[in-house]
């Protein structure tokens, strides 16, 4: 009976250990901490209409790999229909967030975001956004992040 105890706890050991090292993430190489007061922003990204500050927190968006921005936006701010070739995973953490589906903008057929939501989107999934009030989304995805509007006029890159 030991016998028997010591095999199956050494076999869930390595069963636990063969786990933990298909969901690997080397993070960062040094301590990241952030007060709300000291985040870096700055203006854009160019692939977003004018108006939006952003801030890297980790990773880089323009490189393969994890990584987390937060994009703060005026009142009444508008990104216009597009989708992302990766899961893009948005938690709003200042203000509301009007997340729409599909590939017009419409007002009335979006779904409220108040301070604290959460969405995960699926790769190509088309979408647009509304601010209330001056708004802050934290984003997190896997670049590169790069970001096609259905309509190319909407680009602000062109």
Known sequence: ??????????????????????????????????????????????????GAEFAVLEGDPGEPGLFTMQIKVPDGYVIPPHWHPNVERVTVLDGTFHLGHGGEVDPDATERLDM???????????????????????????????????????????
């Open 1 to 50: 009976m030991t016998r028997l105890l010591i095999a199956t706890v050494a076999l869930l050991g390595l069963v636990g250990c063969q786990g933990t090292t298909a969901m690997e993430d080397p993070g960062p190489d040094r301590h990241l901490l952030y007060q709300a007061r000291e985040i870096p922003w700055q203006d854009g990204p160019a692939s977003l209409p004018a």
């Open 116 to 158: 604290g939501s959460y969405t995960a989107m699926p790769p190509g999934m088309r979408h647009f956004a509304i601010a209330e009030g001056e708004t802050v989304i934290q984003l997190t995805s896997i670049g590169p992040w790069v970001i096609h509007y259905i309509n190319p006029a909407d680009d602000p890159r062109q």
